[in-house]
């Protein structure tokens, strides 16, 4: 029986216990950081593209890998940044607050209001982004932010009425 060969130096198993999402971003840098240890090689090394394509800056790669992957050059480049920093650990490190309206946990008093006006007084989404509109100006929080807030708040009424307990 044969091990699985590291990639990039991480075991397949630390891989397999990260995020999925992880291992999809080191295989989207690899040409990266091919590229990298190339040139501490050789000055003037130039990569071979699988669609031939010949590439001899990190730039014109992250604007090829962007365009593979349907993200932006500034990701690429963000996520091989992360990985030479820190390893594969940090292309598997999401945001903690991920899913929360940060808008809303800065301002507690209006996340209060949203509540009332939603809950209590059974407003849609639409009329209360337009009273906050109304009242805030450029400091409300856009329509989108208000929707998944309100979203969120209510899960627990629909589980509540779906248990027949109102």
Not at 34 to 61: F, H, I, P, W
Not at 103 to 132: C, M, N
Not at 134 to 156: G, I, N, W, Y
Request: proline share 4%; glycine share 6%; with cysteine.
């Amino acid at each position: 029986m044969t091990l699985p060969r590291p990639i990039f130096g991480i075991s397949v198993n630390a891989m397999r216990r990260r995020s999925r999402g992880a291992l999809e971003r080191l295989l989207a840098i690899a040409p990266m950081l091919e590229l990298a240890r190339g040139r501490n090689a050789d000055r003037k090394y130039v990569l071979r593209l699988t669609d031939g394509a010949l590439v001899s800056s990190m730039v014109q790669l992250a604007e090829h890998i962007a365009q593979q992957q349907g993200i932006s050059a500034r990701t690429a480049q963000r996520w091989y940044s992360h990985f030479r920093d820190a390893g594969y650990t940090r292309l598997a490190h999401t945001r903690a607050d991920r899913g929360k309206a940060r808008y809303f946990v800065k301002h507690a008093a209006i996340a209060e209001f949203v509540r009332q006006k939603y809950l209590a007084e059974k407003i849609p989404a639409r009329g209360i982004y337009l009273a906050l509109r109304r009242e805030l100006q450029d400091q409300a929080p856009c329509e989108t932010t208000v929707r998944h807030f309100l979203k969120s708040l209510a899960m627990p009424a629909r589980k509540r009425r779906a248990r027949g307990q109102n």
